[in-house]
């Protein structure tokens, strides 16, 4: 009850990894803050592998990311634009 009264803590980090889960269709890709380590002439020497998990199912995903989009339907007729 306490995190739906805002009394939790939620770092930028956990908030932004939450939502690109979202608009990556359920698919979790934990931030990585090293890509890769390179050398001066360009060679690489380490490469982190990005680790996917798929934690909430797209059919849910999709729609959940829809939702939160606030993107407007698009008016099509007058009629539509004076309803709003």
């Given at each position: 009850m306490a995190l739906a009264l805002g009394g939790g803590?939620?770092?930028?980090?956990?908030?932004?990894?939450?939502?690109?889960?979202?608009?990556?269709?359920?698919?979790?890709?934990?931030?990585?803050?090293?890509?890769?380590?390179?050398t001066v002439g360009g060679e690489v020497l380490y490469t982190a592998p990005p680790r996917p998990q798929q934690v909430l199912d797209e059919r849910v995903a999709w729609p959940l990311s829809d939702i939160l989009s606030d993107n407007p339907k698009p008016v099509t007729s007058l009629l539509d634009a004076t309803a709003c």
């Open positions: 803590e939620v770092t930028l980090l956990e908030l932004t990894t939450a939502y690109a889960m979202l608009a990556n269709g359920g698919e979790l890709i934990p931030p990585r803050f090293i890509l890769d380590i390179t």
